[in-house]
């Protein structure tokens, strides 16, 4: 039969950023963390799980941004601005980019905000995480040939 203790390293704010069990069997000891623990707080009694925050309007609009620059920058622009600067380029292929990107800049923000009206209007929830929230936007465009 094995014996079995819980561990656990709380910081000043009673909130644990580490917790095992030590569980020994024959004289070995195994340690197991546990992290679903991990970020609970400890009121004295037992551990309470946060309520998880959800993403904020700025952390979305943020999260947003990143991935209109992150296509301009694969496309060989500085970023997502300077892209849609060519539109009506004379070189015909920075004018094709440059539209593209910019209608997708457009419809993403549009997307953005209705999503954001929406969830202030309570007729939808803010997804749980940045991620989920991105997936909610439109597609990227392909590059234009």
Request: aromatic letters at 8%.
């Amino acid at each position: 039969m094995g014996d079995c203790m819980r561990s656990a390293q709380l910081d000043s704010n009673n909130t644990v950023i580490n917790f095992a069990e030590v569980v020994a069997f024959d004289g070995v000891q195994f340690v197991i963390p546990l992290d679903s623990i991990v970020g609970s707080i400890w009121n004295g009694a037992s551990f309470e799980h946060p309520i998880p925050l959800l993403p904020t309007f700025a952390q979305l609009e943020t999260a947003v941004q990143l991935q209109l620059d992150t296509l301009a920058q694969s496309w060989g622009y500085a970023d997502i601005a300077t892209a849609c600067t060519y539109v009506g380029d004379p070189c015909a292929k920075f004018d094709r980019e440059g539209a593209a990107l910019r209608i997708w800049r457009s419809v993403t923000w549009q997307a953005t905000e209705e999503l954001e009206a929406q969830i202030t209007a309570g007729s939808t929830q803010m997804p749980a995480t940045v991620a989920a929230a991105i997936v909610l936007m439109p597609g990227e465009p392909a590059r234009p040939i």
